[in-house]
């Protein structure tokens, strides 16, 4: 076997955390892979993977190792379609499964500017909050929340992470005097999101200890839409992204509570998710790149100047 196929069973294998399941994506019997592993280790007179029955683990060698590999597969997956203009233009369908509420509230503007960019470049989008499994489900590309990947063998790329503020309704406070310590939160109800996506507990970090305060709830759901409505008709408190509430606060249809306290866990992270990085379509690479910029850029016009 060539070095640069042993390179690419390594990068699979360590982005798989699968022999299996590396062989499954390119195609090839896992005794091939291990073999492959097994010259790459005797090539580098060093360990890769620390293996047991269930799992592997990546060797300190690893680690260093993957990091060049990747860099110089990409740099020669590019080098090739820019000498020979393979795959060099973004064009057919493009598959994409998104989180429903983050697309709707913030991500049109990215799909339309893609679209205007890239008008060879068709989009079919599903929008869900459940997990979902990429490759079974046929898609090219999510955007997603971790708790909807289903599969641990995709490739993911941070987009954004969108921290989340702690809101009531002035009808609910009036009945309830708003907390000024996170204990008094133990009194309160809450409008949280499933138990399924987020523990039904609050974790503050005060004077370098965890407090864990137990949420007390009758309505629960999988959307934040629906939990920022039931909290502006004054069911109860609700953790929610900022860019989804910011103007009902501006406005004074909700309130903030306890800002001077850290919330750990106080963020939700969105990715992109794909399913393989070896020979990435023009279509997904171009959508992968534009995405990066848009919310690159959005980040940039949001920070405030000095």
Known sequence: MDYLTSLKIFRTVVEARSFARAADI?????????RAIAGLEQ?????????????ISLTETAERFFTDCSRLLDELQAMEERAS?????????LRLVAHTTVMMSRYVPLIAS????????RLDVTLTERPVDLV????????????????????TRLLETIPLALVASPTYLAAHPAPRHPSELIDHDFVPMSASIRKPALTFRIGGED???????????????????MVMEGFGIGMLPVALVHEEVQAGRL??????????????EFKLAFSTRTLLPAKV????????RFCSDQSATARPHA
């Open 26 to 34: 390119l195609g090839l019997s896992p005794p091939v892979v291990s």
């Open 43 to 55: 090539r580098l007179g060093s360990r890769l993977f620390n293996r047991t029955t269930r799992q």
């Open 85 to 93: 203009n393979r795959a060099s233009e973004a064009t057919g369908l």
């Open 114 to 121: 893609f679209r205007r960019e890239h008008p060879q470049v």
């Open 136 to 155: 079974g489900e046929g898609y090219d590309l999510g955007i997603v929340m971790p708790f909807m990947l289903s599969s641990d063998t995709v490739v």
């Open 211 to 229: 407090v864990i305060v137990p949420l007390r709830y009758d309505t629960s759901s999988n959307s934040a839409v629906f939990n920022r409505a």
């Open 255 to 268: 309130v903030t509570l306890l800002d001077a306290y850290e919330l750990v866990d106080g963020a939700i």
């Open 285 to 292: 690479r171009a959508f992968v790149e534009h995405a990066v």
